[in-house]
C-alpha cells in the first residue's frame, strides 16, 4: 500500500474519528508521569515532547491489577464468575519500536503452554501503532539488542515524525486495515521516505549506551556463583519495585483471593522479584538476601528466558535506569558480568 | 381541698417546662424558696407551694393564684435554690401565660402597672416616670395616691411634664410589635 | 572537599576503622549522582561532592553489618539521628562525614528550565548564586535557588548537626519556608472534600512499587504491616483506596521521624506528591509536641513518650 | 469450619421486651461458622448454664457465644460454664445486648438490629480465640492497709486474726481518724473510743 | 443503603476500664443513646490502632469513636497519654487528607461517667448524621476494569 | 478612651442627682464618659413579667448601639439597667440561636463584643481602689456608711453578680473604705426592697423597705449608701411613708454612691445634688465636719 | 484502737505516706514515705513535758479549731501512739531558728531536730484502702453566714464541745461569748442533696448524728430547745428510727420540714429564716447557736491517691467498686479493696461491715500460696521484629525486656521478650509496633479487625 503520511494538526481529527468504535490509547501526561491514557479529545501534540512513557504499555494489556473472577456462595457451593475483558478493539498509537518488540516478547510467555485469556484477548483486538525515535533518550540502548529506533517489525503500523507531518506505513495486516480506514491521509513522496530512513539512521547514531550479548549466556551461567560480585552491584540497591514495575517485559505478577465469607474476587497484581516476600514459601524465602534478588532478576531476563524462549527479556528502553532513585544501571552489571 | 389526679397530670407542668425552659419536676420540696422570699406573706400560696401546685398539674389554681403578681423578681429563690431551679423564671412564665388565657387577675394593680409601664416605653422609647405615675392613678382610680409625695418631688425638681422621648421610637415600637407572648387577652 | 573526603575515607578503610564507607559516586545518567557502597580503598578514587548528591544514604548502615563511614548532608543527618533513637543505628558504628549543604539540585525542575538539553549538559558547577552548565560546548547559568528541591526551600539545619568530620565551613540556613510549603498551602486553602478528591486522584495513579516505602531512611521494618496477612490490613494490589491507607498509615508511621528529605516523593516513578503529606506532618508534630525530628540523639522517639500537658483540646 | 453456640439470654424482660431475640436465635443458626443457636429466659441461672452445656456437648461446640449482659458481670459466670463442659475458657465471648442495647435503646426494630451486630461480632471474635492456660503468680502473704480510721483498723484487726501480716499506714501523728473525735455514736451512744 | 433511610452506622473503641463500663452505666440508668454505635471492647485506648480507624472508614462505616480514661486516670498508668499523641496527629492527618473531622472523635469518659458516655454517643452520632453516609472510599466504577 | 454610658430612664427623673454626681465624680477621677445615643428604656421588670422576648430585645437594642457606635464598653448606674443589660448580654452569649432572633426583633445585629458593667464595679475594676484613695481630699472619717446592693446587683449571680460572694458582697463596702469611711457588716445588704410592687403594691414596698432602715439602724449606720435608683426610690422617698406605718421615724439619709464618692473627692456640696433628697443629710454630713 | 495497736500482726506507721504503688495483685511493691516527727517514737516516754512547756499555740486540728494545741503535740490524749510530734510549720526552732526548749527539758532525749524523712520499701499482697473522707466545708454558703458567724458551727464542732476531752472539757457553751446556749437550731443537708454546691448525693449520715446532737445536747443542757430543719429523715438502719422517734418525743426536739435560707446575726441572737412546707409559711428563729449537719465529701487528695493506686473515682472523688452490687469492695485493680467513707458516704457499722468484707477478701486472697491469673499478655513474634523497642518504652510495666539466645548455629541474637505475669495486657505495645509483630492474646488485630468487619459489611 506504500507509504501515506498525515498532518500533525490533523492527528486529532483522525484521533477523534477512530476513538469513535475503538479505545484509542495515546502518550499523555497529564497526570504528572507519562503513561498511555486513553484519548481525552484533546492534545494530540506528544510528538513534540515524547520521549518514551514512564509506565509501559504492558499496563494495557496485564495491567498493574485485574480481577480475574467473582464468586460467590450460593445454596449449591460457590458461583463463580470469570472477569473476561470485554474485547472492545483498541488502538494504542505512538509505541516505541522498543515497546513494540517488549510486547512480542510477553507475547510468547502469555501464549505458551498455558495461554492467558485476560493478556491474550486484549492483545488480539489490539492494534499497536508504532512511533519511531528519533531523539533517543540517554538511557536508550536498544541498539544492542537488535533494535532500531527507527524502524519496527514488531507494530501493525509505524509513524515517523517527519516535521510537520507523520509518515505512515502498514507492517501487518491489522495495520494496513486501520491504514485504510483513516482519512485525512496523503501519499508520501520518496523524499520523505528517504528522509524518515535518514532519521531513523542518525537516531541510531545518537544511541552510545550499549551492553554485549555476545556469549553473556555463558558469562552469566558461570556468574551465578560469584556471589561477591552480585553483593557489591546489589549493596546500593533499595529493594524497591520500580525497575520490575516500568520495565516492558517484566511480568510477574501475585494472585491473592478477597473474601469475605459470603463473596470475594481473585485479583491478579502486579509482582516484583526485588520484594523480599517474593515467591516466599510457608517456612523459608528463597531469596532472602537483597543481593539473591538482584541476581535473579538479572539473570531471569539475560539467562533463564534466553533458554527458554530463545529470547533476551530486555529491549533497552533504559526505564529501569532512568527511574531508579539510587541509579542501579543494568548496562554496567552486565558490562561487569562480561568483564569478569 | 381535694385534688383528683388523671393521666394527664404531667402536662401542666411540662407546658411549664417547656416555656420557661425550666425543669419542674426538679423540684424537691424543700421550701428554700419560701424561706427566703420577701413577699411570701402577702401570698396566698407560698413559692414551694406554686411548685408543687405545678407538678400535680393544678392549672387554674396556679395561673388564677396572685403569688406570681406579688413576686418581686429579686431572685433570693432562684439564686439559693438547691436543686438549680429558677423559680423567678416560673413566675414570669405563669404571669405571661395568665395574661394570655385571660385568667382572672388578683392583682390588677400589677398587671395595670405593667402595661402602663410597658405602654410608655412603646410610645417614648423612654419610661416617663411622672407620666407612668399619674397614669396609673389614673387607672386604678387612687387619683390621690402619693399625693403629698408628688408635690414634695415636684419641689425638688424631679417631675417634669415635659416628654423625654427618643428619635429612634419607631425602632422600639417595631421590637413591640415582633416580640412574641405580648398577648393580653383581658380578664376572663 | 572531595579530596579531603577521599583521603579521610581512605584512611579509615586503611585502618579497619571502618567496615565500609557509604558516599556519592558519579553517576551513570548525565548529571545523576549515585551512592557509593564500598570496602575497596581502590573504589574511592569515585567518590564525588557536587549540587546533585540527591540521595539520602542514611538507610544503608542500618543494613550493613560493621561500621561504617557515611556522608550525609544536613538532612541526611538528622534521618541519621532519627534512626539512633529508633536503636537502628549506634553512634559509635558510625563515623560520619557532614556535608554543609546550600540545596541540591532538582533534576526535574532543571528539566523544566532546560529541557531536553539535560541531555546533552557536559559540566555542571555552583558558582555562587548560579548553576553554570556546558551544553553544547556552550555556557548556561541558571540561578541556582531556581532549581533546587523544594525542601531545601524550607530547611532548617542545612549543616549536618552530628559529624565526626566536617567537609567544609558551617553554612547558614537560607530559610524560605513558604516557598518550601507552597503545595501544602494550597492543599491547606481547599475545602475538605476537595482535599479528599485531590489525594483519592493522586493515588488512583499508585502502583504500589514501594518506591517510596524503601527509599525512606525512617521505614526501617523487618516487615511492613502492608505485608502482614493475619489480618490483612492493606490488600497487595494497588487500589487508589488501600493505595491511600497504606501511605496514611505510613505517613503516621514515619511521623517524628520524618526529617523532610523528600526521597519518597524523588523516588515516586508517577510523580506523587508525598511530600506534601510528609512534610505537613512534620510541620504537625512540631507543632503539637514541639518536637524537631533528629536534633537529639539521646532523646526517645516522640511516639514513645509523652508530656500529661500535651495537646488536649481535640478530646471530648 | 468452626462449630460456635449462641446463647441469647431474655434476662428476664429485660433484653427480650426490646430485642427479638427469639428472632436472632433463629436467624443466627445460619450464621457462618455458628453450629447452635437458642435463646433462653436466664442464661446465667442453673437451667440457663445447663442448656449451654448440653448445647456443647450435643453440637460438639468449639466456641461459645453468649448474648447477655455486660461483660464486666458475668464473664466469669460463663467462662466457669464452659470450662465446666470441657472448653477452654477464652473460647467464650459475651455480646453486651443489655446493657450496651436493649437498656439504651426504645426502637425494637433497631435494638434488634444491633442486637444482631454485636452477636455477629462476638462470634467473628470467638472465631479466632484461643485456648489459654491460666498463668499462675506467687502470693505475698502481707497486707497494706491505708488509712488509720475505723475502716482501716477493723480491715487491719481482721486480717490480722486471720494470721496474717498486716502494716497500716496513718497520714496523722494517730490513729483513730474521725471517729477519735466523735464523742458518743448512735444510735447505741457508745462512747467511740 | 437508600439514601432516604439511610441510618449512620459507626463503631465505637471504648475502653474496658472506663468508657466501657460508662456505656454499661448509661445501661444502668436507662440513659438512651442513639442505637447506631457497636461497641468493640478493647483493653485501653492505647490498644487503638490508627489502622483500625482507617479500617473501618475504608469498609463504609460512617464514624468511629474512641474513648478512653481520663488523662492521669489510666488503669494501666499511661496507656491514654501515648494513646493521645497518636491521636493529635491521626486527627491532623485525617483532616489534612480532607475526612470529615466528624467521622472520627476521640473522647476521654470515666467509669463514672454514664451520663456524658450517652451524651458523647449522642452528639457524635448526630456530627456523623449531619456530615452524610461515608463515600470516602467507594468507588464510581467497579474494580478490575 | 471614652467609657459607654448608659444612664437610664430614672437619670432622668427622679434619680437626677445620680447622674449628676455620677458626671461630676468621673470628671474628678480624669474619666471621659461617652452617653449611648438615643438609649432606649431597659425595659426593667415589666418587660421581664410580660415576654421573654421583649425583656432581651429592649436592652439588646442599646447594646446594639453602643457597639455601632465604636464603644468596647458599656457602663450604667441603675442596678436594673445593669440587671437587664447584664442578662440580654449573657443570654444571647451563651445561646447564638437566641442572638439571631433576637437580633431579628431589634433589626441592629449585636455582636457580643461589649463589656457591661455596673459603676459599682466599674469603679474597682477599672479605677482601682488604689487610685481611688489617692483622688480622696476629704476622708469621711466617722462615717459609718451602710453598703446596700439591693437585689439586681448580685442575681442571679451566675449572669449578673458584681462580686465573689453574691450573699455578703463587699465591693461597695472597699470603695466607701476607700473613701475613708467605715461599712459595717449588716445583714440587710441584699434583701429586696421591693422596687418593682413601688406603686403597685406601695405596702409591700414600705413593709420590706422598713425592715431594712431598722437592720441599717441596729448596725448603727450613719446613712445608707446606694447604687441602684429603684432602691433610693423606696428607702428614700418613702422613708416618711414607713415613719407613720411603722411608728418609728428612722430620719437616716441615703445617698447615692457616687454622691458621697463626690463629697470625698472635693465636689462642692452644692453641685452634688444631694439637696435634693427626701431625706436631709446635711445635718448627717455637718455632724461629721464634712460639710 | 488499743486493739489494732496491741496485734502482734499489726505493723503502725503513724504520720507516714503511701509514696508510690508498683507491681500486681499478689505482689505490689510500696514506698512507703515515714514523715520525721521529730520524736523518737523508741525513746519517747509519753511523759508530756514536752508540749505542757511549748511555747506555741496553735489551733487544734483534732478540735476542729475550737481549741488549741501547741506546736509539739499528741492530738489528744488517747492518741496511739501516745507519741508527740512536732509540727514543723509552726515550731519556733523552724520559723525562728531558736528555742528547743522540748529538747532541753526530755528526759527521755527523745526529740531530734534532725531526723529527715524515711522512704519505706516493703512488698505486699494486697492493698486495702481505707482513707476515710472530708466534711464539707460550709463556708461555700454565703446565706449561712460563710464561716462569718462564730455560733454557726459544724456537727463536728458540736462533737468536740460535747466531748470530755475536748477543749472545754464537755461544757457546751457558744464559742462568741461562752455563754450557754438556749435556743439551738440544726441545720441539715448542709453539703448534702444539694445540685447547687456540686453534691446532689446524700451523705448518709447526717440525719442520724442530728438526732444524736439533739438528744446530747438535752442530757447536757435540760434547758435547751433544738430546732431541728430538715427536708426528710432518713432512718434505714437498725433501731435507727426508734432513735429519730425518741429525739422528738422524750427529748423535745422540734423537727421543721424545710430548709434554712438565711442567717443573719442581730446582737449576740442569729435570725434564723427558714419555711416549714408542712405548714406553708416562712419561719424565723432566734437562736444562740447554729449547728450546721454538713456532709461527706470526697478526701480532697482522693484522686492523686487513686492514681497512685490504679482505680477510678467517680465525679465526686469516691473510689468506684467493680461493681455496685456484686463487687461492692473490689476495684478494678485487682489485690486492691476499699472499705469505708472513701467509697462512699457511710456510717460507722457500715464501716465496720465493709471493713470485715475487705479483711474477707484479703484472708481469701492469702490462703494459698499462688493464685492463677488470666493469660491475655503480650506475646512477640521475634522472627519479624526490627529490634526497634518502641515496645519498651510504652510498656508502663516494663513486660518486655532484652534477652539473647543461641541458635541452633551457635551464634548469639538478641530479642524481645515478654515476662507474662509482669505483663498486664494493656495493648499499648501491639499498636505501638508499626510492623504488628506484637500480639495481645485474646485481643489480636484480626480478632479486633474481623469484629470490625462483622459490622462494617
Redesign the interface.
Known sequence: MGYKKIKKDQLKTLFNELSKDCSLFVPSGSKGYVGFDPWDGNSADFTEWYGNTTIPPKALFFPPVEAMLRFRKGEAGYEIEELLPNGRPQIVFGVRPCDARALKITDILFSDTYRDPYYLKRRENATIVGLACNEPCDTCFCTSLDISPGESQDVDLLCTDIGDELLMEAVSDKGEDLLSKMSGLSDASGEEESKAKQLGESAKEKITRQIDTSGLLDKMRSSFENREYWEDVSRKCMSCGICTYVCPTCHCFDICDENNKKDGKRVRNWDSCKFPLFTRMPMENPRHEKWRRIRQRYHHKFEYFQMNFEAIACTGCGRCIRECPVNVDVTEIIGGIQAL | MIYQLNANVRNFGETISELSGVDISTCYQCGKCTAGCPVVMEMSHTPNQIMRLIQLGLKDEVLSSPTPWLCASCETCTTRCPKEVDIAKIMDTLRILALKEGYKRKEPNVVAFNKIFLDSIKNNGRLQETKLAMAFNFKTLQFFKDMMLGQKLFMKGKISFSGDAISGVDAVKAIFERSKGFLDKGER | MENRLKEEAGKLLKEGKVDYIVGYGKGTVNLRTSPLITNKEEDLEGLVINPFIANNLSRYPVELKGRVGIVVKGCDSRSLTSLMQDKKVKREDLIIFGIPCEGVVDLKKLAGQIGAEIDRVTDAEKEGENLTLQVDGSKKTIPFRDVIFDKCYGCEHPTPLEYDVLLGSEVTPNLDIEKSLEKIKALDDMDTPERWDYWKEQFSKCIRCYGCRNVCPACFCERCFVDVNMPQWVATYATWQDNLTFQLIRTLHVAGRCSDCGECERACPVGIPLRSLQRKMVEEVKDLFGHEVGIDKDAPPVFSHYEATDPDEFMK | MSRIGVFICHCGVNISSVVDVEKLAEELAHEDGVAFSTEYKYMCSDPGQRIIKDAMEEHDLDGVVVASCSPRLHERTFQLCVEGAGLNRYKMEMANIREQCSWVHKDKEFATEKARDLIKMAVAKVRKNQPFDQLSIPVFKKALVIGGGIAGMQASIDIANAGHKVTLVERTPTIGGRMAQLDKTFPTLDCSA | MEESNW?P?V?GFLC???S??G??L???A????P?NI???????S???????I???L????DGVLVSG?H?????????N?????????????????????ERV????V????GPKM?Q?IK??VEGVRKVGPNR??K?EKK??? | MAYGYYPGCSAHGTAKEYDISTRKVCVKLGIQLEDVADWNCCGASPAHATSEELSLALPLRNLALAEKQGLNSIMTTCSACYNRLKVAHETVKESPETLDRINDIVGEPYNKTLKVTHFVNFLSEEVGLEKLKEKVVKPLKDVKAACYYGCLLTRPPELVTIDADPENPTIMDGIVEALGAEAPDWSHKTECCGASLALSRTDIVVRLSGEILKAARFADADCIIVACPLCYANLDMRQSQIASRHGVDYSLPILFISELMGIALGVNYDELGIDKHMVSAANMLREKGLM | MVESSQNDNIEILTYSEVEEVGGYIGNFEVKIRKKARLVDLEKCTGCGTCYQKCPVKVPSEFDMEMGMRKAIYVPFPQAVPNVPVIDKEHCRMFTKGKCSICQKLCQADAIDYEQEDEIIEDKFGAIVVATGYDLFDASVYGEYGGGRFKDVISGLQLERLISPSGPTGGHIIRPSDGKEPKNVVFIQCVGSRDVEKGRPYCSNVCCMYTAKHAVLLKEHLPEVQTNIFYMDIRSPGKNYEQFVQRTMEQFGALYIRGRVSKIYQRGDKLIVKGADTLAACQVEVEADMVVLATGITARHDSKEVATKLGIPYDEFGFFTELHPKLAPIETVTSGVFLTGACQAPKDIPDTVASASGAASKVAALFSSDRMSMAPLVSTIDTSVCSMCKACMEVCPYGAIQEEEITLRDGTKKKQLTVLESVCHGCGACVSTCKSSCIMLRGMTDEQIFDELMAVAQ
Not at chain 5, 472523635?105 to 476521654?108: D, L
Request: glycine share 8%; aromatic share 14%.
Open positions: 441510618e452506622k463503631i474496658h476500664w472506663c466501657y463500663a456505656a454499661d448509661s445501661g444502668s436507662r440513659l438512651e443513646y442505637h457497636r461497641i468493640i471492647r478493647i483493653p485501653c492505647g490498644r487503638v490502632d490508627p489502622m483500625f482507617l479500617r473501618a475504608q469498609n463504609g462505616v480514661c488523662p492521669g486516670d489510666c488503669h494501666y498508668q499511661s496507656g497519654f501515648h494513646a493521645r499523641r497518636k491521636f493529635a496527629v491521626i486527627n491532623r492527618l485525617l483532616k489534612y487528607v480532607g475526612i470529615e473531622p472523635q476521640f473522647s476521654w470515666a467509669a463514672s461517667e450517652a458523647v452528639e457524635f470516602l472510599f468507588d474494580d478490575g476494569e
